[in-house]
């Protein structure tokens, strides 16, 4: 195999939520392949910790504090980043997460959801997790006339999954801006795609998937039973997807496309 299919010491990659366990995992990979790494996000404590990680792995990296929704916030990260490493020419877009009160328990009606709660969701999500920084950060890429942006959409964006309606909806939204915005920008050297993770215990979700004893919860036990390798996903297994979308060589004539990491979920329909 060509091992420069992978190479990516030519790029500048910033992970907004980098740092989260999905995102800060994408991240140290991509540093692994040798791209100049930018983690972005609101706790300094764990950018400062994903950025050691990777420096003391041999890696470049440094961290920013960000306001996903502010768009100033996001141009004053891009000078920056400019400045210390260059223009940014791969996004990973990772920021994303759910809201209790925006999800339904069993028996609960629809018009429960607050609309501040569903609104918050998207803002989260779509807003901050897919549409600013594109739009933030494609400019250093539609200047340099190349790049990769990588949405992290969700499995729950592909089907309607119960309960979780608002996360739902604004992941679904998230697949659909990534196919616009592959369209957009196909003739002008930016590709975007997403990457649609099965289950993936994380902290936001792992009262919903295990109980106290460890156990899985009704909800995890629902889950392992409808995926084919029988377990939920290790986030370095998406590491594999997010090195080859950003690397040129590897991924040069893909865009407007949905990779599914899921251990089979979506291909169980009864």
């Not at 996000?41 to 910790?49: F, I, K």
Request: glycine residues 12%.
């Amino acid at each position: 195999m060509n091992q420069t299919l992978f190479d990516l010491s030519d790029e500048t990659a910033v992970v907004i939520g980098g740092t989260g366990v999905l995102g800060g995992t994408i991240a140290s990979a991509l540093a692994s392949f040798g791209a100049r790494v930018v983690v972005l996000g609101r706790s300094v404590e764990r950018g400062q910790a994903r950025v050691e990680e990777i420096e003391s792995a041999g890696g470049t990296a440094l961290f920013q504090s960000v306001d996903g929704l502010s768009k100033s916030s996001l141009e004053e990260a891009r000078g920056v980043i400019r400045e210390k490493l260059g223009p940014t020419t791969v996004l990973v877009n990772a920021a994303g997460g759910n809201r209790p009160e925006a999800t339904l328990a069993p028996g609960d009606a629809f018009s429960k959801i607050p609309i501040e709660a569903w609104q918050g969701v998207f803002d989260l999500n779509l807003v901050a997790g897919a549409f600013l920084p594109s739009q933030v950060f494609a400019e250093d890429m539609l200047e340099t006339g190349r790049g990769s942006i990588i949405n992290i959409a969700s499995m729950a964006g592909m089907i309607p999954l119960s309960r979780v309606v608002a996360y739902s909806a604004a992941k679904a939204a998230v697949i659909n801006l990534t196919q616009f915005l592959a369209r957009e920008w196909a003739t002008q050297g930016i590709r975007v795609n997403c990457i649609s993770p099965g289950f993936f215990p994380a902290e936001q979700n792992m009262k919903l998937l295990y109980n106290e004893d460890g156990t899985y919860t009704e909800r995890g036990q629902q889950i392992i039973g409808h995926t084919p390798m029988s377990r939920f996903g290790d986030p370095a297994e998406l590491n594999g997807a997010a090195v080859w979308l950003a690397a040129r060589q590897a991924s040069s004539f893909v865009t407007g496309q949905n990779i599914v990491v899921d251990g089979g979920f979506s291909s169980v329909t009864i």
